[in-house]
């Protein structure tokens, strides 16, 4: 499956972004989706994921209860909704396919999108 990122860009604090991911290819419905960002000098980190039919989404604690996840299946896009942007939500954001539940970054995900980056100005 290929899978495109896009709606990365500069916003303010407390701003909002949307991310979509829209993939092409193999059945969209056989995967779940999860997202995943890389701040300047560090490691990638799992922030968000929702399983192939959308009734289950997880989320890490760094954007919890800001951060939403979902999906449009007729579409073959996924979605995630950024709210309440801070500076150190500043990242190259990447999407992913996985044949199972995304619960974090173990190295086995099936299919990566190219990254989408965000700017969270001071």
């Known amino acids: 499956v290929q899978l495109q990122a896009s709606g990365g860009g500069l916003v303010q604090t407390g701003g909002s972004l949307r991310l979509s991911c829209a993939a092409s290819g193999r059945t969209f419905l056989s995967f779940a989706m999860g997202w995943f960002r890389q701040a300047p000098g560090k490691e990638r980190e799992f922030i968000a994921s929702i399983n192939s039919n959308g009734e289950h989404t997880y989320y890490a604690d760094s954007v919890k209860g800001r951060f939403t996840t979902y999906r449009d299946n007729a579409k073959n896009t996924a979605y995630l909704q950024m709210n309440n942007l801070q500076p150190a939500d500043t990242a190259v954001y990447y999407c992913?396919?996985?044949?199972?539940?995304?619960?974090?970054?173990?190295?086995?995900?099936?299919?990566w999108g190219q990254g989408t980056l965000v700017t969270v100005s001071s």
């Open positions: 992913a396919a996985h044949r199972f539940m995304i619960y974090s970054d173990d190295g086995n995900i099936d299919y």
